[in-house]
């Protein structure tokens, strides 16, 4: 096992230099530099461009720079930011919470949904039950998210009044951030109503970003489910009479959550992914809106800090996924 | 006067297009920044809200010297510094302040320059590091400034938001704690509003600042909520989560005019969109194929089909809206005929080929730059001039028309301080018409060039106004570009907010502002 674990460790090493390799120089790629940017319609003496750029180090040779920046991601320092000449690390601190908040409600909201529905849909094969949650499904999954999130803050925000068009606590509310997880500084802090609000907040952002995931849960539930319902023991189940609450319940949906739990584990890549646009609808401060922000004002430092500490943490988490279902299945860790 | 004590406070929500970079004016050029900058800070003079016109601030009078090189500004006194967390400001506003501002982008060699990434693009760009001579405290309060040569818009340039005063007390405060940094993130201003917190990328709140100058503004608390999608900011006005939205989208608008509970304002903008022509190039170094082509484009349907309803058509390269401008200057006729002979006379009688840029993105003063460059393709066909449309990435698009390598190209410009000379030799003068300078037309033309140069050194605006209209002239004459359109700048606001000015710079501003109950 432990070999299992430094193998999967080790191989972390690679993907980690990769992911520096390609934020860095991805976004060098995209034409415009921070500067020329910033100048919009106005032109400037070429003197005094080179001036500008020199003082953001951006005239050194491309592969000085990133050695520079490659020794300061070694040393735990990603550098500030070009716009807000904030520590890199700082903001990403400071935002993430907000994406982790929503990421959980939304995989809540595809759970709480997908899992019955996939369940059905295998006991109820072929049946209109299953027909409808297939193709809902497949209409979930191929949604694209800009439009579903208008969609659904025009119809509950705008024409029903239910909840708030975007943000994540109305203008009304201050609360101090403590664990930037806004549920729980709300919950904690003294604005009465705040913590409703904030909840409020959540339910249309939640639903846009766990569509998808909920779709992917639904069909996988279905089809794993089928599988293990033709398993010989179901039916030795079913012969001893059995009824189907029991037999679904008890022994075929926990046979059938190993594969389903790969995929919700896999499903973290989606979610932040996902809440690039759903954070831009939903003006949700957190890591998606704040990496569209930088690739528009070309915020070196800030990008390449985003895009590898996402990358980190899905590699990390695919990492825990990984070592859990080793852990449960010896074939895969024993596998050459 | 504030309200009874039982009212509840009054909270303005602005539903702003985007976050701010940072809260310094000077580091920055976006005007989102600058409307997040604005509640905060006062200049030494300002613009009226709602207008052009420039007015005491800081400064509560000033002297010109006859030659237009030497300014002496007298301070307002009893101005108060805010204060912030753990800063007290120890005494009131004066001239140090004054000198560490302006200091403080100039002066390569000052403690703070570097600070904050020190890129003051506006005070680099706009040349002021050459312009300035001596900037000197004569007493605590008064200042004289020295120019190199005589720049008639300077005192437009001071109103700009890059020139706001900043405390001199604060940034020692912060560089004897070692945080200089925190200068630029945790604003002290003298402004009718005092920042409270923000929270990245999710809003600005700012409080009155009792102890304003000009005396309390009517609302007790300012929030700007970032909403970056313009859809998502309409609905937000509409459920009553803001009162006021920047950048509508276009189709929206018949809808908010519509809407009982919103006033649909609208302001023709201080903008210009054109067609420049590389005039080092042929065949637009002949003046001939540029007037043949303004009498071929058929402006009428670009503002029907382009702008449907948000632009007014221009003739000059300035905005009605500011002095000098020449509203009997002629327009070249939509005439194809005529165009063609003209063409024929300069030797195409066949046409020729060129290229035609198209910006990628809407800019306020061009909504479809792709449909305008397919209206001007199919009318230049009608004179045989067969057209082909280039675009590029943004940043990229700038950079190549900046450096001439265009034949024709759209473009436009937002103005910065209402003064004509922001257009008319930023957009048109010699010094620009270098490479990657502004003056995309790569146009250097002496007789105008010495008129408007002329009237950057007569400070007397009548004087200067005479000189804009027949350098006005010229340009028409001359035709180094196509002038399209002024686009109207529309910005929906509840009908709760009382007292909102539109402002022709496309600012958002709060003070003097208020809320019915």
């Not at chain 1, 400071?94 to 809540?108: D, G, M, Q």
């Not at chain 1, 932040?272 to 569209?292: D, Q, V």
């Not at chain 2, 009498?295 to 702008?307: E, G, H, N, T």
């Not at chain 2, 804009?468 to 910005?491: G, L, S």
Request: net charge neutral; glycine share 8%.
């Amino acid at each position: 096992m432990l070999k299992f674990i430094a193998t999967r460790i080790a191989l972390l090493i690679p993907t980690f230099l990769g992911v520096t390799l390609l934020a860095f120089f991805l976004i060098r790629l995209v034409p415009g530099d921070p500067i020329e940017v910033r100048l919009g319609e106005r032109g400037i003496d070429p003197a005094r461009l080179e001036e500008m750029r020199a003082q953001l180090g951006l005239n050194k040779p491309l592969l000085e720079q990133y050695a520079d920046y490659l020794g300061g991601v070694l040393t735990g320092d990603l550098g500030r930011s070009l716009i807000t000449q904030t520590p890199v690390l700082h903001e990403f601190a400071e935002l993430f919470p907000a994406t982790i908040e929503l990421s959980l409600c939304a995989i809540l909201f595809a759970l709480i949904i997908g899992l019955p529905a996939g369940v059905l849909a295998a006991v109820k094969r072929g049946g209109p039950l299953d027909h409808g949650v297939m193709a809902a499904s497949l209409t979930g999954y191929s949604m694209p998210i800009f439009w579903w999130g208008l969609l659904l803050i025009l119809f509950f925000s705008v024409i029903l009044g239910w909840t708030p068009v975007s943000g994540r606590l109305s203008a009304a509310y201050y609360v101090e951030p403590v664990t930037g997880f806004l549920l729980i500084d709300s919950w904690m802090s003294e604005e009465e109503g705040a913590f409703m609000d904030a909840l409020h907040h959540l339910v249309l952002p939640s639903i846009v970003l766990g569509t998808i995931p909920l779709a992917v849960i639904a069909r996988m539930t279905r089809s794993s489910m089928l599988e293990v319902l033709g398993e010989d023991y179901i039916r030795t189940a079913r012969a001893k009479g059995l009824g189907l609450f029991r037999i679904v319940g008890l022994h075929a949906l926990r046979n059938a959550m190993i594969p389903v739990v790969t995929v919700i584990g896999l499903q973290v890549g989606t979610l932040l992914a996902g809440a690039i646009l759903t954070e831009t609808i939903f003006a949700w401060p957190g890591i998606g809106k704040w990496l569209i922000e930088s690739i528009n004002r070309r915020d070196y430092p800030a990008l390449q800090g985003g895009v590898l500490l996402v990358a980190c943490v899905v590699m990390l988490v695919n990492l825990a996924v990984d070592l859990i279902y080793g852990l449960l299945n010896p074939r895969i860790r024993h596998a050459k | 006067m504030a309200g009874p004590a039982w009212a509840a406070p009054k909270t303005l929500v602005y539903c702003a297009e985007g976050s701010p970079e940072n809260f310094n004016a000077a580091l920055n050029t976006s005007g989102t920044t600058f409307d997040a900058t604005r509640p905060l800070f006062d200049g030494l003079v300002e613009f009226e809200r709602g207008t052009t016109k420039i007015v005491p601030a800081l400064a509560e009078r000033w002297e010109i010297s006859p030659d237009g090189l030497t300014y002496t500004f007298h301070l307002r006194r009893g101005v108060k510094w805010q204060s912030f967390k753990d800063y007290k400001p120890t005494r009131d506003f004066n001239a140090d302040d004054v000198l560490f501002s302006l200091n403080r982008q100039w002066k390569a060699d000052h403690p703070y320059h570097s600070i904050s990434g020190g890129g003051y693009a506006f005070f680099k760009s706009m040349g002021l590091g050459d312009l300035l001579k001596v900037v000197e405290k004569l007493d605590d309060h008064t200042v004289r400034i020295t120019l190199s040569r005589p720049e008639a818009p300077f005192l437009a340039d001071l109103a700009m938001d890059f020139a706001n005063i900043t405390s001199a007390e604060y940034a020692d405060f912060l560089m004897k704690k070692g945080t200089p940094e925190r200068y630029d993130q945790d604003p002290v201003g003298t402004g009718p509003f005092r920042f409270v917190v923000y929270q990245k990328d999710a809003q600005v709140r700012y409080r009155r600042f009792e102890e304003h100058w000009g005396g309390k503004t009517p609302l007790d608390n300012l929030v700007f909520a970032i909403t970056p999608d313009a859809a998502v900011r309409y609905a937000k006005l509409k459920a009553g989560e803001c009162h006021l939205i920047p950048y509508p989208n276009p189709p929206d608008l018949p809808a908010i005019a519509r809407d009982p509970t919103l006033t649909l304002m609208e302001m023709e903008g201080l903008n210009v969109g054109y067609l420049a022509f590389q005039t080092q190039k042929k065949p637009f170094d002949d003046k001939r194929v540029r007037q043949a082509i303004n009498m071929a484009v058929d402006r009428k349907s670009i503002l029907d089909q382009v702008f449907q309803g948000s632009g007014k058509s221009a003739k000059n390269p300035i905005p009605p809206g500011v002095f000098g401008y020449l509203a009997d200057n002629k327009d070249y006729p939509y005439d194809p005929a005529k165009a063609k002979a003209l063409l024929a006379e300069a030797g195409y009688p066949n046409g020729f080929e060129t290229d035609l840029y198209a910006m990628p993105v809407q800019r306020p003063y061009n909504p479809n730059a792709r449909r305008m460059a397919e209206i001007i393709q199919a009318d230049l066909a009608k004179i045989g001039v067969k057209v082909k449309i280039v675009s590029f990435e943004w940043g990229e698009y700038r950079k190549r028309i900046q450096d001439g390598d265009h034949q024709m190209a759209l473009y436009g410009w937002t103005g910065d301080n209402g003064d004509p000379d922001n257009f008319m030799y930023n957009l048109l003068g010699c010094a620009a018409a270098k490479t990657s300078g502004s003056n995309i037309a790569k146009w250097c033309h002496l007789p105008y060039e010495d008129l408007v140069l002329k009237a950057k050194q007569v400070p007397d605006q009548a004087a200067r106004a005479k000189l804009y209209e027949q350098a006005q002239r010229i340009f028409k004459e001359e035709a180094p570009w196509v002038t399209i359109a002024h686009a109207v700048v529309f910005e929906p606001v509840s009908k709760k907010v009382i007292g909102y000015k539109q402002s022709p710079f496309n600012r958002h501003q709060f003070d003097g502002v208020d809320l019915a109950e």
